[in-house]
């Protein structure tokens, strides 16, 4: 066809990512278009070749090849190409661009790319697109993304932490919740709002082999969040293919042995973790060998989260070398820390008197384990059950060597009548070891018939998993879990209201640790702890110092290991000798405790308090996170999202739908939307209510997807409408358009808590006059309707050349508003970045507790942060045109 002509510039209408081709061939009935963008050449037949024909006019900006741009002032035309006329922009000088010499990136804003295209996209995936971004940038600018979507009830104590503690840029502290109060849930929502806010990217997870699955799963469960499992095989295996096996997964499980391990020091050193969480951190020992390697690795990540209900099970001394872990400097002297205990008293008095919440940080700061440690205290929460204690004195018992000891142990003939007498119920029952669990198993089968379920260090992760789940069984599960010492940490047993303590340690934190795996949230029952025991034993023996002494089995007792670090010496010789503790030595026990638990009250368990949990900001916390997620913005987000995207959704309840792929899906897949279908839910009672249900917020990796999708794609980016209004004259025409501002700087920045995506809707008429304050986007999708794409093109034909003038001159007050953005934010992260290091460094003047590194990476961040945002990106993400049309 004769248009057509060597040396033309066309625009692909389908694929208008290709960029400005250029005409190489036209012979005949064929012509042939070079992309230098992908490098592609396309053969067309001419007559139905999908090409817009490219055509500046004067006032528009051009690009040449060679990368600068003119501003064009006259057109020519010789022999069917055009030659353009204008001024350089960068050097004034005159200039004449033929059309082959433009350059193939015209214009980084695909959405106006494809308005010259004559692109026009359905009115509904064009406001889904719109809405999109809105999400993005109310998401972005929330002050709990991330908090959104956890599976949890909204506790106060535990979302004030895990606000307070993910904020911060590098956080370090100890989660010293009270047993079972929820640090592993504190720990997912710091792990998952860090992550969703970019604030981290590579997390270790060390843990107790025996919870490494229980956290994989309550990860997954309750946050979304997919951890992988390592261990030695995986290791080995993975370092076949590459240099370091942990640079193969963003979220690492590990058992707490596995880091002892020198074999994988360096490469878990050098692997870029940014967050370590460890639990049960009471076991690291500082006079173990392996001290050292895990006191290197705490050093080379910059952000730790240590858990433990029982921060001194190992003693004072332990505790204030764990928490030297998190912070070197401020924690250098053991005598001085001590020493500081001593006026927890007076500091607690000082600090209650002081009402704004900075300075309580500021005095907090400067003094004793500060803001390093949050321990919640059922006291200070409430609403917890009772406990009730049975100790049941039996008998006493000596082994006969030539029989197994469970033939005539009194206890287990309690066990047996207990289990009996209780059929509707199921006990948990800890012991020591794993032989006595196996031993008692047997003992239960030959003697009752009882199937038991066991738990102990012998068995394999799975075995205990699946061994767990045969006792949680409510139809044919077993009525006892036999346990050894393992099943004492972490675990969730919280569906069982009997505790069988088969024994006792002598260390008091192990016996909390024990009772709390039934004294957790969630408990609704009250709480049967049985010690069956027997005359003259080691039972015997601790049960008074445990329960006249300082009352450990009804109440929490965060003061048993200071006790046994008192008394232990009589312990360990009374029980050597097989007598009683005297009166004399329970009576100062009792003293003690009475004292230490008032001195603490008065002092110490303040400060905690007021460092673990602020009501009225928690309050706001979960008001913002009710705000936030909005159950019906969300659904009606993501049930459109399904139907324009070929997701088929059936409606089971009114919460519940089932979703499922179709054969018309737009994209090639969505996260979490397996191949059979999955069932979701909006509400969180739902969710919480339902285990197999998926629980869709803002948070969750499908509906985060869709954004990005609709948001990073073309979805929608034009569209042409018509409206009927009969106010305004036929034929008058709006163009409304969408920008975006965002800046882009190293991930490890966080560049998202200072340089939100900021949007800015333009609507203007054929005038270039700005209304959008005076007309919403909502009022304007009322009176507009489609359009058939025939028509759509027809009208962008025409109005293809007066809207980019528009646009041109909408791009100038677009960067006016982008400039103001900009630079409030530059004052925000001057501000608050100068801030904190006023703060660090005056609390360096009080005492030498700020690690310098720290004030290096402060300033670090500020001036990365400041160079990035010397160069935001300005882009037009969606284009409507609406045309009057009554
Ligand atoms: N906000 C919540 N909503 C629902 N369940 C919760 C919530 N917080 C905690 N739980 C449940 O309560 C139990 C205790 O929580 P979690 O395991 O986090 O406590 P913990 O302090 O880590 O326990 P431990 O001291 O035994 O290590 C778990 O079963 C957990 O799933």
């Not at 190992?314 to 820390?337: I, K, T, V």
């Not at 005095?363 to 409430?382: C, P, Q, S, W």
């Not at 059929?423 to 070891?433: D, G, H, P």
């Not at 405790?593 to 602020?614: P, Y």
Request: aromatic residues 8%; hydrophobic residues 40%; contains cysteine.
């Amino acid at each position: 066809m004769s248009e057509f002509r060597v040396g033309q510039r066309y625009l692909s209408e389908t694929e208008t990512e290709m960029g400005l081709g250029l005409i190489t061939q036209a012979e005949g009935r064929h012509i042939t278009v070079m992309f230098p963008a992908n490098g592609e050449v396309r053969l067309y037949a001419a007559q139905e070749a999908p090409l817009v024909r490219y055509l500046l006019q004067d006032g528009q900006q051009g690009k040449h090849a060679d990368g600068w741009t003119f501003i064009i002032e006259e057109l020519s035309e010789a022999a069917g190409i055009v030659t353009y006329h204008g001024k350089r922009e960068d050097t004034q000088e005159q200039v004449t661009v033929p059309e082959p010499q433009l350059s193939y990136q015209i214009d980084n804003n695909p959405a106006l790319t494809r308005l010259l295209a004559g692109q026009s996209e359905r009115l509904d995936m064009y406001q889904l697109r719109c809405e999109a971004n809105q999400h993005i940038a109310a998401y972005q600018n929330s002050e709990v993304a991330g908090l959104l979507g956890v599976r949890t009830q909204l506790l106060p104590h535990q979302l004030y932490i895990a606000k307070t503690v993910s904020d911060r840029y590098h956080p370090r502290v100890l989660l010293a919740d009270e047993v079972g109060l929820g640090k592993t849930i504190e720990a997912g929502m710091i792990i998952k709002r860090r992550l969703m806010t970019d604030r981290s990217q590579r997390v270790l997870v060390v843990v107790p082999e025996s919870l490494m699955h229980q956290w994989l799963i309550e990860m997954r469960r309750r946050f979304a969040l997919s951890f992988t499992l390592f261990d030695e095989e995986r290791c080995e295996q993975a370092a076949e293919d590459t240099d370091n096996p942990f640079l193969t997964e963003q979220h690492i499980i590990v058992s707490s042995d596995f880091i002892k391990e020198p074999k994988w020091q360096s490469a878990l050193s050098d692997a870029d973790f940014d967050l370590l969480v460890i639990d049960e951190a009471h076991h690291l020992q500082p006079d173990a060998d392996e001290f050292a390697q895990v006191k290197a690795l705490c050093e080379s990540i910059p952000g730790l989260l240590l858990l433990t209900a029982t921060p001194e099970q190992e003693g004072s001394e332990g505790h204030f070398l764990r928490l030297q872990l998190l912070d070197p400097d401020r924690f250098s002297d053991y005598e001085a820390f001590l020493k500081e205990q001593e006026h927890y008293k007076e500091l607690a008095e000082q600090a209650e008197s002081v009402t704004d919440d900075k300075k309580l940080d500021e005095l907090l700061d400067k003094y004793g384990t500060g803001r390093v440690m949050f321990r919640n205290r059922r006291a200070d929460i409430g609403g917890f059950p009772e406990r009730r204690f049975h100790a049941i004195e039996l008998p006493e018992f000596t082994p006969d060597e030539d029989m197994p000891w469970w033939m005539d142990d009194p206890r287990v003939d309690w066990l047996i009548s207990h289990i009996k007498e209780n059929r509707n119920s199921k006990a948990l029952l800890i012991c020591k070891t794993a032989e006595q669990v196996l031993d008692l198993s047997e003992a239960l089968r030959v003697l009752a018939g009882v199937q038991a379920a066991t738990f102990h260090e012998g068995m394999t992760l799975t075995e205990r998993d699946r061994s767990a789940a045969f006792f949680a069984s409510e139809e044919d599960g077993s009525p006892i879990l036999l346990c050894s010492e393992i099943g004492s940490e972490g675990r969730n047993f919280q569906f069982v209201s009997q505790l069988v303590l088969f024994d006792l340690p002598t260390n008091p934190d192990l016996l909390e640790q024990r009772i709390g795996r039934l004294d957790r949230i969630g408990q609704q029952n009250t709480i049967d702890i049985y010690l069956p025991y027997n005359a003259g034993s080691n039972e015997a023996i601790l049960l008074p110092w445990y329960e006249q002494g300082m009352n450990a089995f009804r109440q929490c007792n965060a003061i048993g290991r200071k006790l046994y670090d008192a008394f232990g010496n009589f312990i360990e010789t009374a029980i050597e000798k097989r007598q009683p503790l005297s009166d004399d030595i329970i009576q100062q026990t009792q003293e003690l405790s009475e004292a230490w638990r008032e001195l603490n009250k008065q002092g110490h368990d303040k400060l905690q308090a007021m460092n673990a949990c602020r009501p009225e900001q928690a309050e706001r916390i979960i008001e913002h996170i009710n705000t936030d997620s909005d159950v019906d913005t969300v659904a009606d987000f993501m049930l459109a999202f399904w139907d324009r995207f070929g997701v088929n959704n059936e409606v089971l309840d009114e919460n519940r739908w089932f979703i499922r792929a179709s054969e018309h899906m737009r994209i090639p897949g969505l996260p979490g939307l397996p191949e059979d279908g999955i069932t979701v839910t909006f509400d969180r009672v739902t969710a919480l209510n339902f285990e197999d249900v998926d629980f869709l917020s803002w948070d969750h990796p499908m509906v985060q997807a869709a954004l990005e999708f609709l948001s990073s794609d073309d979805f929608g980016s034009t569209c042409v409408a018509q409206m009927k209004n009969t106010a305004i004259p036929a034929g008058a025409w709006f163009l409304e358009l969408d920008f975006t501002n965002t800046v882009a700087a190293p991930a490890k920045t966080a560049v998202q808590e200072f340089c939100p995506q900021g949007n800015l809707r333009l609507l203007l008429d054929s005038q270039g006059r700005e209304l959008s304050d005076k007309v919403s986007r909502e009022l304007l999708d009322q009176q507009a309707s489609f359009l058939d794409k025939k028509t759509a093109r027809q009208i962008l034909k025409q109005l293809r050349g007066p809207a980019q003038d528009l646009i041109h001159g909408a791009q100038e007050q677009a960067r006016r508003w982008q400039e103001d953005l900009i630079s409030d934010q530059r004052a925000k992260i001057s501000d608050t970045l100068q801030r904190e290091l006023t703060r660090l460094e005056a609390l360096k003047d009080v005492n030498p507790s700020v690690r310098e590194s720290e004030i290096e990476a402060l300033k670090e961040r500020e001036a990365t942060l400041l160079t990035a945002i010397e160069q935001p990106q300005l882009s037009l993400t969606a284009i409507r045109i609406l045309v009057n049309n009554h």
